[in-house]
């Protein structure tokens, strides 16, 4: 037996959640089972446990997109019980039980041994929202953005994948100018190395096809309004990742940015990332994240105050990221 957060759907479609026992045999089939020491709470989590979004496909779930633990026991070589390993994505939450539980059992292909550098703990501290900021910056590299190219913008900054993003992006050397709707958060965000603090409603309402251009580079988890608004106000040749559906999933934006500054707008996927890529974002993640930065950014709650503090996340009153002891 094992503890999890568990969704289920009565036949008139209501939605209930609760915390209690689950027996191993009800467990999904998969070739690895991990021993769960943490997982978080991410926005698509919240979504789901709350049911504001339709995330979970079939039910009973236990959802949870994320988590780290120990293989306790394994049929593939590469992973042998013992190992300490992360997942991240693959459906996990939303049609394979995911991780906020006790024990989870999964293909082993979505595991990815945990860099030496962290702890399981560490490793949820990052999390899929740090893992999804890095898959960003990685690709804002790809299409060529230094830091002597001009500012990067950074949206939903004092949230998951915001304060890790701002964190990153500081660390080589970027100016990061960090967007929230929490003007309370700005020493928190400048610890984290952001630069200018600016106020969500700057881009908030619908703005002219071409803004004033400011940005070489943007991290986007907003989408809607925002996203537009952003790719208006790009330099030329400047690239904007968009991770995130916060404001919308609608994109109510001109070509005018894209055929008349030459602005790129590169889609982030971390859910289905390429193994590789996953690799390289743990590996780099390794050598840039601040531990002590890391660690100022984290709520630490139990399996029992999940359903709770799913609500608070997506009202805006999570500050950072929230990570999850196994019970």
């Known amino acids: 037996m094992f503890d999890a957060v568990i969704i289920e759907k009565s036949a008139d479609g209501a939605q209930a ?7 191993d045999a009800r467990l999904p089939d998969g070739d690895v089972t991990v021993s769960v020491e943490w997982s ?9 446990i709350t049911g504001r979004g339709p995330i979970v496909r079939q039910f009973p779930m236990v959802p949870g997109i994320d988590f780290a633990g120990v293989v306790e ?4 070589a590469d992973l042998p019980p013992g190992t300490r390993v992360v997942l991240n994505g693959w459906g996990v939450g939303e049609r394979w039980w995911g991780g906020l539980a006790g024990r989870a059992r999964v293909k082993g292909e979505w595991l990815v041994k945990l860099p030496d550098a962290f702890t399981t703990r560490q490793a949820m501290a990052i999390g899929t929202a740090g893992y999804t900021a890095m898959l960003c910056v990685m ?20 949230g998951g994948v915001g304060s890790v993003a701002v964190m990153l992006l500081a660390r080589l050397g970027y100016h990061v100018a960090a967007v929230t709707g929490r003007p309370e958060e700005e020493d928190y965000l400048r610890g984290l190395g952001a630069a200018e603090i600016l106020p969500r409603s700057d881009f908030s309402s619908p703005g002219r096809p071409l803004e004033k251009a400011r940005w070489a580079g943007a991290v986007d988890v ?21 991770c995130g559906l916060a404001a919308g999933m609608d994109f109510p934006a001109t070509v005018a940015p894209f055929i008349l500054r030459g602005v790129t707008l590169v889609g982030i996927d971390s859910v289905m990332c390429p193994q590789p890529r996953r690799l390289e974002a743990w590996r780099r993640l390794a050598e840039l994240i601040d531990p002590e930065k890391l660690e100022a950014m984290v709520n630490e709650i139990a399996l029992a105050d999940v359903p709770q503090t799913a609500a608070a996340l997506l009202d805006g009153g999570v500050r950072g990221r929230v990570v999850v002891r196994a019970p």
């Open 40 to 48: 978080t709470l991410n926005y698509k989590d919240a979504l789901a």
């Open 222 to 242: 907003a989408g809607g309004v925002v996203l537009a608004n952003i790719c208006a106000a790009m330099l030329p040749e400047g690239v904007v990742t968009a």
């Open 17 to 23: 959640v609760h915390v209690g026992p689950v027996d």
């Open 139 to 158: 690709a804002l590299e790809r299409q060529g953005l230094t830091p002597a190219q001009g500012p990067v913008l950074v949206t939903g900054a004092a």
């Open 73 to 76: 026991s394994s049929s593939r």
